[in-house]
């Protein structure tokens, strides 16, 4: 597991649910940005990763459990692994 794929799964959960990653973010009472692009690298170029008490928000609000978003993760991880296996 790896950043790209967590926030793979980020985006694929809020598709799932018809949501943007702004609207996921605010379902959960997050700021709008939380999930945003320009967050996932700080200007030193380090990886950021949501917190764990930003997915709970995101997953309380979507009546969803962990093990939900854990299959998205997973999800991602499949399909990162088999685009790397092309390069």
Do not use: Y
Request: hydrophobic share 35%; charged share 30%.
């Amino acid at each position: 597991m790896n950043h790209k794929t967590i926030w793979d799964a980020i985006e694929s959960f809020a598709a799932k649910h018809k949501l943007t990653c702004s609207a996921l973010a605010r379902t959960g009472g997050l700021d709008a940005t939380t999930f945003n692009k320009s967050k996932r690298w700080s200007n030193a170029g380090q990886e950021r990763f949501p917190s764990m008490g930003s997915v709970a928000k995101f997953l309380r609000a979507t009546n969803s459990c962990f093990m939900e978003f854990a299959e998205h993760i997973k999800q991602a991880e499949e399909k990162n692994e088999k685009v790397k296996s092309k390069e």
